[in-house]
């Protein structure tokens, strides 16, 4: 059996950053139901744009990709390798889902949050295929991914809270 064991401190660092920074409702991991959209208007300053950013579903985003890491904890803790091959697959879901929202309107947010998707994205295809071959390699590379990702999220997440009060 492979030793998934250093993962979980990853994933709950992150799910527990996430969810206290940008805490909704408590509801499964899924698709967000609608993608951020960059229509913020020139008028606004950035932290209204931002703003506008998290409440047009940037909020609700971040959120999800929050669950999906801790549900990727929940099946790593211990080795379930068959549901980490379904939370992993929610994870890269959902990570496709976010990239393909709408562009993040503060500059230096924007650059952290691409490269929280790109690492985020880069460690739930490690998973996958760390679950799939029970490769030790794999799961490796994914705590590593995870962990540049989870850096960029956590400084995303920070200043969500901020701007958006909870």
């Known amino acids: 059996m492979t030793d998934i064991s250093r993962l979980p401190v990853l994933c709950v660092i992150a799910a527990t950053l996430l969810l206290t920074g940008c805490g909704k409702e408590s509801r499964p991991a899924s698709k ?33 990709v ?65 679950a799939n071959a029970e490769d030790q390699a794999s799961f490796d590379m994914m705590a590593a991914e995870m962990s540049i990702g989870t850096k960029h999220l956590s400084a995303v997440v920070k200043r969500l809270s901020e701007v958006t009060g909870r």
């Not at 099946?75 to 697959?89: G, N, V, W």
């Not at 959902?94 to 947010?109: H, S």
């Open 66 to 130: 929050g669950k999906d890491l801790s549900a990727v904890d929940e099946d790593s803790h211990p080795a379930d390798l068959e549901a980490l091959k379904e939370s992993c697959a929610q994870l890269t879901a959902d990570l496709e889902v976010a990239q393909g929202g709408g562009a993040m309107p503060d500059g230096a947010m924007a650059s952290r949050w691409t490269l929280a998707l790109k690492h985020l994205k880069a460690s739930a295809a490690a998973c996958t295929q760390g």
């Open 32 to 64: 967000p139901t609608r993608s951020p959209t960059a229509s913020a208007s020139a008028t606004l300053s950035p932290v209204e744009k931002f703003k506008e950013w998290a409440d047009a579903g940037g909020s609700e985003t971040v959120d999800t």
